[in-house]
């Protein structure tokens, strides 16, 4: 019945969309996307979703190469580590803003100091790093850690540098609506809940973009981006619906390109002293109770493959070693006897429901897992932006489902953010809304911090991603696929980034 249903909306729509006329000409871009930004304002929203978006108006001191995920050049033109502490920026000269202003020292130094504000930020775990910052030039900048962060370049291409003179000059209401920066795109509109619109920067310091005319459609429903693919009413939809996968296979005006993704979908636990998940035992059993093979097989469809850590193949400090534990209701049923639970106990599993593949479906099945070893879970799902600040303001669940992708590509500050005990002055554990603590973790991953031989630092990172497990601090479910539908003939050169953005340069339309 479901699927009957599903393809009568389909064709409902479908035929809605056609009526509306196909996508705009060569010189333009019509994409869709699964999940809209959740501000404009660089400083106020770390997901990425909302850093896809902002990759087109702003740029950072680095970059990223879209193939391969390698670090280059951005405003910065190279950069130096002159100590533990310490690194020097030298600046890329003749950039301007959208508005005109000329991109100098000030605007970074300004960027860094937003990333720092409680009430503003959402990156907190770099804003706060910081120690002090010099500006001996308008073309230069040094900027001193509090404590040695051996991934502190490595993440600059997802903080956006902002003008200084703007921004100081607007509310930031009209700050998080409409943004000016130095990036290949201008904006244009923003509709909410329907698109945003962007006019190629013909004075962009990397060379004017190809295509001139950027509409980037918010499609939240996947039957009906579906729709909008074959109808041809957009050029290319990321996050192609798993359940139509093999009728747009099948489809021969559409072509479908896959990347495996980076993101790591896990659960995350609490360990606080006098509740049942204080014993690794009970959260150990938890993992062991939780069938994530048919989750990928029946809920997936197939496209996932089974996680065992937060960090992805492409981090420092990755250890390939590291396998999942295998699904034993039993055992964990013995392990909950064990820790003086035989009869379980009642938790609710907490998790958005419109911003994962299959999110919502995910925790379900779950709870349904855990409540078979004798564990009387309940389910918790809402929309990401009531249930994001839930978790980033911590202690409201022991318990939920979360996604990682690690922009810096390094294990440390995954593990900084998501796992080690919160800090709000040193800026760890900023996702730890479960308040997850493990000193001796927190120790290794500090240790990581001052080590500088970078096989040495690889080591203790991998040591500290097997304590995590080790700890069951996480319970790791799956990494996706990350699947894009693009309509054949009309001549879209795409490939699709590591981290999943869509960067209107680097996709060309003849």
């Not at 202003?101 to 860094?112: P, Q």
């Not at 308008?138 to 993440?155: G, L, V």
């Not at 938790?347 to 855990?370: C, F, H, K, M, S």
Request: overall charge neutral; hydrophobic content about 40%; glycine content about 8%.
């Amino acid at each position: 019945m479901r699927q009957v249903s599903l393809l009568t909306l389909v064709g409902l729509l479908l035929a809605a969309l056609l009526a509306a006329g196909p996508a705009s000409a060569a010189s333009a871009l019509v994409l869709a996307d699964e999940t809209p930004p959740t501000t404009l304002d660089p400083a106020a929203d770390n997901s990425d979703s909302t850093c896809s978006v902002l990759a087109n108006v702003f740029d950072g001191l680095m970059a990223r190469d879209g193939k391969d995920g390698k670090l280059i050049p951005g405003l910065a033109e190279r950069f130096e580590r002159l100590d533990l502490l310490t690194w020097k920026f030298y600046l890329r000269k003749g950039v301007k803003f959208h508005n005109g202003n000329l991109f100098t020292a000030a605007d970074v130094k300004f960027t860094f100091e937003r990333l720092s504000d409680p009430k503003l930020s959402k990156w907190l775990e770099t804003g706060q790093s910081i120690a002090s910052m010099e500006t001996p030039d308008d073309y230069t900048i040094i900027i001193k850690t509090k404590t040695p962060t051996p991934w502190f370049a490595n993440n600059l291409h997802q903080i956006f540098i902002v003008s200084k003179k703007d921004v100081e000059s607007r509310d930031l209401g009209d700050v998080g609506v409409k943004p000016v920066g130095t990036g290949p795109y201008r904006f244009v509109e923003w509709v909410k809940g329907s698109h945003l619109k962007f006019a190629a920067n013909e004075a962009y310091w990397g060379g004017a973009p190809k295509v001139k005319q950027v509409e980037l459609k918010i499609i939240t429903e996947p039957a009906t981006r579906f729709a909008a693919l074959v109808s041809g009413a957009v050029d290319l939809v990321a996050g192609v619906p798993l359940e139509l996968l093999e009728q747009i296979r099948k489809n021969p005006k559409v072509e479908l390109v896959t990347r495996p993704s980076r993101r790591s979908i896990y659960l995350a636990l609490g360990n606080k002293p006098g509740t049942p998940l204080a014993d690794v035992r009970v959260r150990r059993a938890m993992y062991l109770a939780i069938n994530e093979d048919e989750i990928i097989a029946k809920i997936m469809g197939g496209q996932a493959v089974p996680a065992a850590q937060i960090p992805d193949s492409a981090c420092a400090g990755f250890d390939p070693s590291l396998k999942r534990l295998p699904y034993d209701p039993e055992k964990a049923k013995a392990l909950l006897k064990e820790a003086g639970y035989p009869d379980g106990f009642e938790i609710t599993l907490a998790g958005p429901n419109d911003r994962y593949v299959n999110d919502a479906r995910i925790a379900e099945a779950a709870v349904q897992y855990l409540n078979k070893v004798g564990i009387k879970a309940k389910l918790d799902v809402k929309p990401k932006s009531i249930f994001f600040p839930e978790v980033s303001g911590g202690e409201k669940h022991q318990f939920y489902l979360l996604g990682w992708l690690d922009g810096a590509y390094d294990s440390a500050r995954g593990l900084m953010t998501n796992i080690v005990t919160y800090n709000k002055e040193k800026g760890s554990g900023g996702w730890n809304g479960a308040r997850f603590s493990a000193p001796e973790l927190d120790a290794l991953v500090d240790k990581a911090g001052v080590t500088v031989d970078l096989a040495e630092r690889d080591g203790i990172l991998r040591r500290a991603n097997r304590m995590a497990q080790d700890q069951v601090a996480v319970i790791p479910l799956h990494y996706g696929t990350d699947l894009y539908g693009i309509v054949k003939d009309r001549g879209i050169q795409f490939t699709p980034r590591p981290d999943r953005w869509l960067v209107y340069k680097d996709i060309d339309k003849k």
